[in-house]
């Protein structure tokens, strides 16, 4: 019960009982008067310590960088804090959020080749808080094609913000990648209409559904219903009728747990990849594929032939 509602229930009982008083000392002859109280002892109530607000760590909102390297990067942080954007541990710029809790960089021009984007809070009391997100940004050497823009954070599914060419698509259904996450799980997402069911299925069976948000955005985690091995993946947009008015069909494969700890020099295969596109990301060059194909000879049987979900090592070149 709330502080407001108890003053109020007892401003109402005694009035109540003033009432009640009155009506007695009339209805009675008059007595004696009674013996003053002692004062009752107050004891001065004890402040309980507060703990601290907790203090929501800088986030990146709008990340768009075109094929010269010339970044746009806006996000939101602590009002009146310093927020300096790295990559990897070398920061790149810095600046003061303003007081709606906003910020905007425009200055920034990155290198070619690949490079995770984090952000680290200094709030004024001194407190530094870093960014849960990363983005990872891939320029290709040639500067010739739109960058790839992928931000996620750990155990959630990778949000592609820019890509030249961007997973698979049937009408308003995509799908546009697939992770993984700590514990080895599949993570599916994509767009479709808003509101709309989808439904992902691997050799007939259901692996789950889900439903499209306002953004068109969904995600879909398969849990442990997938065991290792290579799929006839499905994926369904159902309409509010429950009709199907939309279907992907691919092969998938789902990695081997002891392959998903992810880190430098792997990449996991995206929807709509090829060995040429991985190595003209990562290497500037298509013709590079070999690099990949070479280091990757055990789970690739036709280097036409590679599944979304799988993890290929990427050594660099001097390897």
């Known amino acids: ?52 607000p907790a203090i929501a760590p800088p986030s990146f909102d709008i990340v768009r ?17 310093r927020i300096a954007i790295l990559a990897g541990d070398q920061e790149l710029v810095s600046i003061t959020v303003d007081d709606r809790g906003e910020w905007v960089v425009t200055e920034i021009v990155l290198p070619p080749g690949s490079v995770e984007l984090r ?15 990363v983005v990872v940004v891939s320029i290709p050497e040639t500067r010739d094609a739109i960058p790839l823009v992928v931000m996620g954070r750990p155990g959630e599914a990778s949000r592609v913000l820019q890509a030249p060419h961007q997973g698979v698509e049937m009408g308003p259904l995509s799908l546009e990648t697939v992770d993984y996450d700590e514990s080895g799980g599949v993570i599916f997402s994509g767009r479709a209409d808003p509101g709309s069911r989808v439904r992902v299925l691997a050799n007939g069976a259901l692996v789950g559904e889900t439903q499209a948000g306002a953004d068109r955005r969904w995600t879909l985690r398969a849990g442990a219903a997938l065991a290792p091995g290579v799929y006839n993946l499905q994926i369904d947009m159902i309409d509010a009728d429950g009709r199907v008015v939309a279907v992907i069909a691919l ?25 040429w596109r991985i190595a003209r990301r990562l290497y500037g060059e298509g013709i590079q594929y070999t690099v990949i194909y070479e280091a990757n000879r055990d789970q690739i049987r036709d280097p036409d032939l590679i599944y979304p979900g799988q993890v290929f090592r990427t050594p660099q070149n001097d390897e």
Do not use: C, K
């Open 1 to 52: 019960m709330s502080a407001a509602r108890t003053f109020i229930i007892a401003g109402l009982l005694a009035a109540a009982a003033i009432a009640a008083a009155l009506v007695f000392i009339v209805m009675r002859p008059a007595e004696a008067p009674a013996p003053a109280a002692t004062p009752a002892t107050t004891t001065p109530a004890v402040s309980e310590a507060r703990p601290e």
């Open 251 to 275: 092969p998938f494969e789902r990695a081997r747990p002891d392959a998903v700890a992810l880190g430098p020099g792997s990449v996991i295969v995206q929807p709509g990849n090829s060995l």
């Open 119 to 133: 952000l680290h809070m200094v709030i004024p009391t001194g407190q530094e808080i870093r960014s849960e997100q």
């Open 65 to 81: 960088v075109d094929p010269m390297g010339r970044a746009v990067i806006a996000g939101r942080g602590a009002p009146g804090a």
